[in-house]
């Protein structure tokens, strides 16, 4: 079976296919939930995405990256108001982030000089 896909030729995942009553998939050009009317990807897609993507968190980072630029495009052709590319950010892919803190650095690094020490 294979993936629809849009104008641009890219393949489209479940996630913004109208396939049904209930599902959380996003509603263009305004970008909200049509299960539940949140801003799109609401907690219950990002439930969804995250399940689907789960052994390719890069891939889904893609995606959504994908999907922002979308998102953006449809708020500026629309001219919904001013765009913030940072709340946008926020709202499509800074909660892929992987829940671990970032590794040590290797021993026998030097840490970086604090701006204090520059000067």
Do not use: N
Not at 9 to 37: F, I, K, T
Not at 38 to 57: F, G, N, T, V
């Amino acid at each position: 079976m294979t993936r629809p896909v849009d104008r641009a030729g890219r393949a489209r995942s479940a996630a913004v296919r109208p396939d049904g009553p209930g599902r959380h998939v996003a509603a263009r050009p305004a970008w909200r939930c049509r299960a539940c009317a949140a801003p799109w990807p609401c907690q219950p897609a990002k439930l969804s995405l995250r399940r689907e993507y789960a052994h390719d968190r890069p891939a889904l980072a893609i995606y959504l990256c994908l999907l922002m630029h979308d998102a953006i495009a449809d708020a500026l052709r629309v001219g919904t108001g001013t765009v913030d590319p940072a709340a946008y950010f926020t709202r499509f892919l800074a909660w892929t982030r992987h829940d671990r803190p970032p590794p040590d650095p290797p021993s026998g690094s030097s840490p970086a000089a604090a701006p204090s020490d520059l000067g």
